[in-house]
């Protein structure tokens, strides 16, 4: 079974800029999931879609969004860039909890390292 | 806001020493997992423990969640160079479906 993919893996963009995301989950897995890692804050929720809705949302201004499509895909969108939004954008996808035994085990994907300058 | 702790925050050792590593909150919660990240990649499920007082042994990996399900241990016997990496702790509060990680433990072992 293949594995959460993100793309792209590296980009590099300028304050005030927008970037998109994508993420490919796990077939099977409808839940997505978004995080920020940085080095000084570690790894923070962003938000959760769960067929097509957003179902939980971290403390991360409204610049941030994000949507999920039909086939469980899902992308996010970072607008009006800022230098500090640099840092490693991790997607996690999960079973739906009655097929997980109510575990909420996150299967993460390897990461689009954003550079902002 | 549930706050997971871990401890130690940074940890170097030698191939062959046992370690361990702490994670502590002051909330409950109806499971914790465990996680290695490696440079450049995403972080990886090692283990969900679920029950309080709970111990899961993974090779020379032993995880333990606390009576109280509010803190969890992770110990290493004979640590190896291919144990380097991040290691987090998540905690899952069973109502709000999204997890909150821990500070993270980088724990290197050097031949």
């Known amino acids: 079974k293949a594995g959460v993919t993100q793309t792209p893996r590296y980009l590099i963009k300028t304050r005030g800029q927008q970037v998109t995301l994508s993420c490919s989950p796990i077939?099977?897995?409808?839940?997505v999931s978004w995080y920020q890692q940085t080095p000084g804050q570690g790894l923070q929720f962003l938000f959760e879609?769960?067929?097509?809705?957003?179902?939980n949302k971290g403390n991360f201004p409204g610049r941030f969004s994000g949507r999920q499509f039909s086939n469980s895909r899902s992308e996010m969108n970072v607008s009006t860039l800022e230098l500090g939004d640099s840092a490693l954008y991790l997607c996690?996808?999960?079973?739906?909890?009655?097929?997980?035994?109510?575990?909420?085990?996150?299967?993460f994907g390897p990461g689009t390292r954003l550079t902002v300058l | 806001t549930q706050l997971l702790e871990q401890s130690p925050q940074f940890l170097s050792i030698q191939e062959g020493e046992n370690l361990t590593v702490y994670c502590n909150s002051s909330?409950?919660?109806?499971?914790l997992q465990w996680y290695r990240q490696e440079p450049g990649e995403g972080p990886v499920l090692l283990v969900t423990?679920?029950?309080?007082?709970e111990v899961k042994k993974l090779k020379r990996l032993t995880f333990q969640f606390g009576d109280a399900r509010k803190d969890s241990s992770l110990h290493i016997t004979a640590a190896q160079p291919g144990d380097t990496g991040l290691y987090l702790c998540?905690?899952?509060?069973?109502?709000?479906?999204?997890?909150?990680f821990g500070t993270g433990t980088r724990l290197q072992v050097t031949l």
């Open positions: 996690a996808s999960s079973l739906p909890l009655r097929l997980a035994g109510a575990l909420n085990e996150q299967f």
């Open positions: 077939s099977g897995h409808r839940s």
């Open positions: 879609y769960f067929s097509e809705t957003q179902r």
């Open positions: 909330s409950v919660f109806s499971s």
């Open positions: 423990v679920v029950t309080g007082g």
């Open positions: 998540a905690g899952d509060t069973g109502t709000a479906s999204k997890l909150t």
